[in-house]
């Protein structure tokens, strides 16, 4: 078992200043910038101890830095629309050892855009890694049965629709209360335990990062922000989860 004393527990709150709902992660959200509350969230943690924030947006750095955040200035080329996040935590990561001589074991990196987030369940996330140092990550994920990988289609060359999955010889019941439960990430925080998620090279995909030995950590339902509407459904969340 890895203590919690020997190691080093750090958040990094990520978030980009380009995308396609201008200045998402920092618009009112009750009254608050969305990018507050997973910053909040993490300083309330029990375990973390040193607390980042990445991002291309002077607004974003400016903002999270007053809850006790210390900025890392991402670069441009890491903050375009296909720009991958595994690339922005690893340059994180490595300004941190190179600035304050810090190398993380176990990495939170908070989502800007998602308020969907309590210290509570980043703590029990964490916890799962202290006991069991094989676990590669800890992540929040959701069932959703309507949005079955078996029911998703594609288009063909044809302009005709086809299943993603070869189901010769197979019947797929059209009755969603009968296929195997289907859970989806969050994307509001992700619990990584380093050495063994970071620079994995095996681990799934499409997100390589956490490593090939991820933990769900299941919870009701899930939000985060890329347009306006999504704006409602967050604070109907809050109103009904948080104390605001």
């Known amino acids: 078992m890895m203590m919690k004393n020997r190691i080093k527990i750090v958040a990094l709150l990520t978030g980009k200043g380009n995308s396609t709902l201008l200045n998402k992660n920092i618009l009112p959200v009750l009254g608050k910038p969305l990018i507050s509350y997973p910053a909040l969230a993490a300083k309330k943690s029990k375990y973390i101890s040193s607390f980042y924030v990445s991002s291309d947006s002077n607004k974003i750095l400016n903002i999270v830095t007053k ?22 935590i690893k340059h994180a990561l490595k300004v941190i050892e190179r600035g304050d001589k810090l190398k993380p074991d176990i990495l939170v990196v908070l989502l800007a855009n998602s308020a969907a987030i309590k210290a509570e369940w980043i703590d029990i996330c964490i916890k799962e890694i202290l006991e069991n140092k094989f676990i590669s990550a800890v992540v929040p994920v959701y069932l959703n049965l309507d949005r079955h990988p078996f029911r998703a289609k594609r288009i063909n060359d044809k302009g005709f629709l086809e299943s993603f999955f070869d189901f010769r010889g197979k019947e797929i019941s059209t ?20 050495k063994k998620s970071i620079y994995s090279k095996n681990g799934q995909q499409p997100w390589v990062f956490m490593g090939n030995n991820v933990k769900p950590f299941i919870v009701d339902e899930c939000c985060d922000i890329h347009r306006e509407e999504d704006i409602t459904k967050t604070e109907e969340w809050l109103k009904k989860n948080l104390r605001t």
């Open 67 to 88: 809850f006790g955040y210390k900025k890392i200035l991402r670069p441009k080329y890491l903050a375009t629309p296909n720009s991958k996040h595994a690339d922005a």
């Open 175 to 194: 009755n969603r209360q009968e296929l195997e439960a289907s859970y989806f990430l969050c994307h509001n925080f992700y619990v990584l335990n380093v």
